[in-house]
């Protein structure tokens, strides 16, 4: 079903539901964005956005069907590309029917631990009948490009899930997951994924994806975090993958290598004002390729309308070097005005495009700020400029204008 | 003795996991509006991690594909695609652009030229908002001879043509037949280098050579078009029939008359 039919089917949907006499709410948001950046190709682009959000609630007298849908349309005002649109979800939700099912049907984000996608179809949730509840989704496989949709004809996606539900300290649950790419089978994946609350101060998880076209675990990942107070998290973690491709793609038929990786971090909130966080990862690629990668951060508030932000990281090894990270501010000037700024900055030496005389810079700065007037309406401004290998000065920006009903 | 203490731990676990498991979850529809450190007001005396903590983007995988997730009695799916497909309706100010579409702080400072290192912090991060297509989309723009990286290198160009020749840097690939007449390789940029890179990164393989027809010259398995170079995993024996069965022959037909 493409766009057009779920539109109509919607609309179809939203008259029937409409003559039923019970008055509808239409809540959402309208964003109303001038953008202007530097093209990598095409140089300065100026476009004009138009964001919509919204929900139609109480479509009926227990209020079970909603409603709702999101997407953009950009308007170039320079280098010709014209108008551009996404449809990121418009569907219709009917909670509880009969008390055990719930159904989804248009344009949505799908999320299973098998596989995730955008579809236009349809999702069914089968609950209330122990301490098992189903899942089933399918529908036409939508995938965005820069510009646009690049979803094919043939190209849809199906999948279905079995999780516990009602237990307070467990999750756990068996998916299956299929692609189709222009009628032929391009991703068959079962998943799955754990979760186990123990003795009040530890949490156990894991997940894995196993390709059945491959015959291996595309994905596996095993973690344990220990929390002796609520403000301290210790994470470990373990996760290896083994890249899969497409059916379809020749490169489904070559030999690659288990790429793994052991990560340890610990996240600390002192108080109300300080947190701190650490972490470090050992990782794997086979055949002797190695990387080690730190990272730290913390997150300051001097005052309680300041707050700072900081955080590192540091890749050594295998794929290059790169040290790097960020700094914001963020103030809340006044009830209605809120100002922030920041930068990034990274130096970097990448194996695959070495230079010999040292680290290549990127920075980027940035301020911002933000005005509510009233309670629906607020505007901003971003302005950013980078200073890296491409440019001397790239400013670029954002004027949005926000109104809430 | 042995036994009995099995069958006691066997009990005693069961006892705490059912005693752990049978309590309901809390609906946290009423809690949406809360900030994040009030949270911990009822969190704290529940045994249960917070999990939107800093960690939160790299973590919150498993949290959100598990059967059941309850996210949405927080967040709409707005919430979700303003990250993985480029939304921004409730982009905050840190919140940077790429053209038109929005994206996470993951990508930082000049993501076009640190991507390739940030990539490798685990080589599936990219696909789980990337199609494939959208990385060609932009590779496919890329001039070959821009890549330097280790398989890409003209290493033929430091070697003499003997001890007291002159080096190969002075010809160019079109000059290759006129001393190696048959040589399949059409330019002196490939080096025995790429298969350990292709093992390990194979992905990014894909993004120039989305169709995988440099692969071919080599490994293909037609007589006189390739050097039948097998390229198969270890486990082709057991898999070459779903991959057949699956994909219709499509990718089987690029390199084999008959499968």
Redesign the interface.
């Known amino acids: 079903m493409g766009i057009k039919g779920v539109l109509r089917l919607l609309l179809f949907v939203f008259l029937l539901s409409a003559t039923s006499g019970w008055a509808a709410d239409i809540h959402g948001k309208s964003s109303t964005q001038l953008l202007w950046f530097n093209d990598f190709y095409n140089g300065r682009q100026i476009e004009l956005g138009e964001y919509l959000q919204f929900s139609v609630t109480k479509l009926d007298k227990d209020g079970k069907f909603n409603i709702y849908g999101y997407g953009r349309g950009t308007q170039d005002l320079t280098n010709g590309e014209g108008l551009n649109g996404r449809l990121y979800y418009l569907y219709g939700d009917y909670r509880d029917l009969f008390d055990k099912l719930d159904v989804k049907l248009g344009r949505q984000f799908v999320n299973l631990s098998a596989g995730t996608t955008i579809i236009d179809g349809g999702q069914a949730d089968l609950k209330n009948i122990g301490p098992v509840a189903f899942t089933v989704l399918g529908g036409r496989d939508v995938v965005f490009g820069i510009d646009g949709e690049l979803s094919r004809d043939g190209n849809y996606a199906l999948g279905m899930a079995a999780y516990l539900t009602g237990f307070r300290k467990t999750d756990l649950d068996v998916s299956w997951f299929r692609k189709w790419d222009e009628g032929d089978v391009s991703r068959d994946i079962v998943g799955g994924s754990f979760k186990q609350y123990l003795l009040d101060s530890v949490k156990l998880y894991s997940n894995a994806r196993y390709d059945l076209t491959s015959e291996v675990f595309n994905e596996v990942l095993a973690g344990i975090k220990y929390f002796p107070t609520a403000n301290l998290v210790l994470t470990g973690e373990w996760f290896q993958s083994y890249p899969t491709f497409d059916t379809t793609s020749i490169y489904s038929v070559f030999a690659v290598n288990r790429y793994q990786e052991g990560v340890v971090r610990a996240d600390y909130t002192i108080n109300e004002n300080i947190a701190v966080n650490a972490g470090y990862s050992r990782q794997d690629y086979g055949e002797d390729g190695t990387a080690d990668v730190y990272e730290a951060g913390c997150t300051l508030r001097p005052i309680n309308t300041l707050t700072i932000g900081l955080a590192y990281d540091r890749h050594e090894g295998y794929g290059g070097h790169l040290d790097g990270g960020t700094f914001d501010v963020t103030w809340d000037a006044t009830k209605e005005l809120m100002l922030a700024g920041g930068l990034t900055v990274d130096a970097y030496n990448r194996d695959f495009f070495p230079t010999v005389s040292g680290d290549e810079i990127a920075q980027k700065y940035w301020l911002g700020a933000k005005y509510r007037m009233g309670r629906n309406m607020a505007a901003s401004l971003r302005i950013e400029d980078d200073v890296n290998v491409t440019y001397n000065s790239n400013v670029q920006g954002r004027f949005v204008f926000d109104y809430s009903f | 003795m042995k036994r009995l203490l099995i069958v006691f731990m066997i009990f005693s676990f069961s006892a705490v996991?059912v005693q752990?498991?049978?309590?309901?979850?809390?609906s946290h529809k009423d809690y949406a509006a809360m900030k994040i450190?009030e949270c911990?007001s009822c969190?704290?005396s529940?045994?249960?991690?917070?999990n939107h903590?800093?960690?939160w983007v790299r973590?919150h995988?498993?949290l959100?594909?598990?059967?059941?997730?309850n996210c949405n009695q927080c967040h709409?799916?707005?919430y979700?695609?303003d990250c993985?497909?480029?939304?921004?309706?409730?982009?905050d100010?840190?919140t940077?652009?790429y053209?038109?579409?929005y994206i996470p702080?993951s990508h930082?400072?000049?993501f076009?030229?640190?991507h390739?290192?940030?990539a490798?912090?685990?080589?599936?991060t990219c696909t789980?908002c990337h199609?494939?297509?959208?990385c060609t989309?932009?590779h496919s723009?890329f001039r070959g001879t821009d890549?330097?990286?280790?398989s890409h290198r003209r290493q033929f160009r430091d070697i003499s043509l003997s001890s007291v020749g002159p080096k190969h840097e002075i010809f160019n690939p079109t000059q290759c037949q006129t001393c190696h007449p048959g040589g399949i390789l059409p330019s002196h940029k490939w080096a025995g280098d790429h298969a350990?890179e292709?093992?390990?990164?194979?992905?990014?393989?894909?993004t120039c050579h989305g169709?995988?027809d440099v692969?071919?010259k080599c490994?293909s398995a037609r007589q006189n078009s390739g050097l039948r170079v097998n390229?198969?995993?270890?486990?082709?024996g057991?898999?070459k029939g779903?991959?057949k069965d699956?994909?219709?022959g499509?990718?089987?037909i690029?390199?084999h008359d008959s499968f």
Do not use: M
């Not at chain 2, 752990?20 to 809390?26: D, G, H, R, S």
């Not at chain 2, 959100?64 to 997730?69: E, P």
């Not at chain 2, 490798?120 to 599936?124: E, R, Y």
């Not at chain 2, 890549?147 to 280790?150: A, P």
């Open positions: 996991y752990l498991a049978v309590a309901q979850k809390e450190p911990n969190h704290k529940e045994g249960i991690a917070l903590d800093v960690d973590g995988r498993v959100a594909s598990r059967g059941g997730a709409d799916q707005a979700c695609l993985h497909s480029g939304g921004g309706i409730n982009a100010l840190q940077q652009n053209r038109r579409d702080k930082r400072s000049d076009l030229e640190i390739p290192i940030k490798l912090d685990n080589p599936q789980r199609d494939q297509k959208y989309q932009c723009q890549l330097q990286f280790l350990t292709a093992r390990r990164n194979l992905q990014s393989c894909q169709d995988g692969c071919l490994h390229p198969h995993p270890r486990n082709w057991s898999i779903n991959l699956k994909s219709n499509r990718s089987c690029r390199c």
